[in-house]
């Protein structure tokens, strides 16, 4: 059998990368374990870099892209998308961009409100321990929270501008809000030949804005003295990859609702992103003061919070991955017996 000489760069291409991976896999610094030791981790460091990814927008209503059932992957899926990704190749888009613009208004930013967790990062920055925040999301809102754009690495973009397909005029991204929730296609007719706008978010089949690459290499590879992963399963190239170009001391913390196995990372702070974040905030002696009206707060930014080891699927406890979770249940029992108290003399 024969490989064609595409396919065949391809086939390379991917061996290549999977040879990477194995030889390059980053190893679990054995004295890093608990919560106790991030926040004396942050509370050290001043050149921490934060990768973020859709789990920390989460909470303001913005749905995330691969969770099962929930991530707006799953939503095309069940209407009938083979392969969800596909509304966002940018080959997909030249040729009808009414696929993408019928459901980009489920993913559109609200620009009102950050979450608590963008408000941690804020506090990184504030207290001069944030290097770098490399974002996967396109939502903009690290600028709504006043991350400095020099601190600030768009991977995949934004929805901050648009450009025109044909001649890249590029115009505020909130020109085209309209069109969005309206589900037309926007179109820029300052010219002869008018052409289809697009948010200037990165579709499968355009390269990464070069600035990635550029400080990636030159600024936080050599420097960086910590990493914090928040709200991203780091499934997507070539962010997922960051951890093995790192020297191995590096210290890695994940945050995130699942477990991650791909990456080898120090400890793992498994549960909603503002609830762990709230919870070191704690730890820091750290506040919110002065952007309360800013930061959505909820019920998951309030309340008592458990820290708990994760037992693995052999029945083993994980001495580097903890549950951290607000305590409901019990109050959720003592509201549940209140209730049937009152039926009960309500009935009487």
């Given amino acids: 059998m024969f490989i064609e000489e595409e396919d065949e760069e391809i086939f390379l291409r991917l061996l290549g990368h999977a040879i990477f991976r194995a030889y390059y896999k980053r190893?679990?610094?054995?004295?890093?374990?608990?919560?106790?030791?991030?926040?004396?981790?942050?509370?050290?460091?001043?050149?921490?870099?934060?990768?973020?990814?859709?789990?920390?927008?989460?909470?303001?209503?913005?749905?995330?892209f691969r969770s099962k059932h929930t991530?707006?992957?799953?939503?095309?899926?069940?209407?009938?998308?083979?392969?969800?990704?596909?509304?966002?190749?940018?080959?997909?888009?030249?040729?009808?961009?009414?696929?993408?613009?019928?459901?980009?208004?489920?993913?559109?930013?609200?620009?009102?409100?950050i979450s608590p967790t963008h408000a941690f990062i804020r506090l990184l920055q504030d207290n001069n321990r944030l290097q770098t925040n490399f974002t996967q999301n396109i939502d903009n809102l690290e600028a709504l929270a006043g991350i400095d754009p020099s601190r600030l690495i768009q991977c995949h973009g934004s929805f901050a501008t648009a450009s025109?397909?044909?001649?890249?005029?590029?115009?505020?991204?909130?020109?085209i809000?309209?069109?969005?929730?309206?589900?037309?296609?926007?179109?820029?007719?300052?010219?002869?030949?008018?052409?289809?706008?697009?948010?200037?978010?990165?579709?499968?089949?355009?390269?990464?804005?070069?600035?990635?690459?550029t400080r990636f290499t030159t600024i936080d590879a050599p420097t960086t003295d910590l990493?914090?992963?928040?709200?991203?399963?780091?499934?997507?190239?070539p962010v997922s990859d960051m951890p093995n170009f790192l020297?191995?001391?590096?210290?890695?913390?994940?945050?995130?609702?699942?477990?991650?196995?791909?990456?080898?990372v120090d400890v793992q702070l498994l549960g909603d992103c503002d609830v762990v974040v709230g919870e070191l905030c704690k730890r820091l002696g750290w506040s919110l003061e002065g952007m309360e009206g800013l930061v959505a707060t909820g019920e998951k930014a309030e309340g008592e919070v458990e820290v708990v080891k994760r037992v693995g699927e052999d029945g083993v406890e994980e001495g580097h991955v903890w549950w951290v979770r607000k305590k409901v249940v019990e109050n959720a029992?003592?509201?549940?017996?209140?209730?049937?108290q009152a039926k009960e003399g309500s009935s009487e």
């Fill in 27 to 64: 190893k679990k610094l054995p004295q890093y374990n608990t919560i106790d030791d991030v926040a004396a981790l942050i509370q050290r460091s001043n050149k921490i870099m934060v990768i973020t990814g859709a789990g920390i927008s989460t909470s303001l209503g913005i749905p995330d």
């Fill in 164 to 175: 025109c397909r044909k001649c890249k005029h590029q115009v505020p991204g909130t020109d």
């Fill in 71 to 113: 991530g707006f992957y799953s939503k095309l899926a069940d209407i009938g998308y083979s392969e969800p990704e596909e509304v966002f190749d940018i080959h997909n888009f030249d040729e009808d961009p009414s696929i993408f613009y019928g459901l980009a208004g489920d993913i559109l930013p609200d620009h009102q409100r």
């Fill in 333 to 340: 029992n003592v509201q549940a017996k209140e209730g049937e």
């Fill in 247 to 264: 020297p191995h001391g590096v210290p890695h913390v994940y945050v995130s609702r699942e477990r991650l196995r791909h990456v080898a």
């Fill in 177 to 213: 809000y309209p069109d969005i929730r309206a589900k037309r296609v926007p179109i820029y007719d300052d010219i002869p030949t008018p052409g289809v706008l697009k948010p200037d978010i990165t579709f499968f089949g355009e390269a990464l804005p070069d600035v990635f690459f």
């Fill in 227 to 237: 990493v914090l992963i928040l709200g991203t399963s780091l499934q997507v190239a």
